[in-house]
């Protein structure tokens, strides 16, 4: 699988296909825009 660097997370790919896990967000408080916006680009990837 190709890594990805993320700035904000880490992601950890669980398949090739599909499904990640994202390390180092906190979902309790409020996500950064740039944090956000690096979320959706791993997502859309």
């Known amino acids: ?3 990805v660097d993320y700035t904000t997370f880490d ?3 669980l398949t ?3 499904g990640a896990e ?3 967000v906190d979902l309790g ?3 950064a825009e ?3 916006d690096e ?3 791993a997502f859309a990837e």
């Open 11 to 13: 992601l950890h790919p």
């Open 16 to 18: 090739m296909a599909l």
């Open 22 to 24: 994202i390390h180092g």
């Open 39 to 41: 979320i959706r680009r």
């Open 1 to 3: 699988m190709p890594r």
């Open 34 to 36: 740039d944090q956000f």
């Open 29 to 31: 408080r409020e996500v």
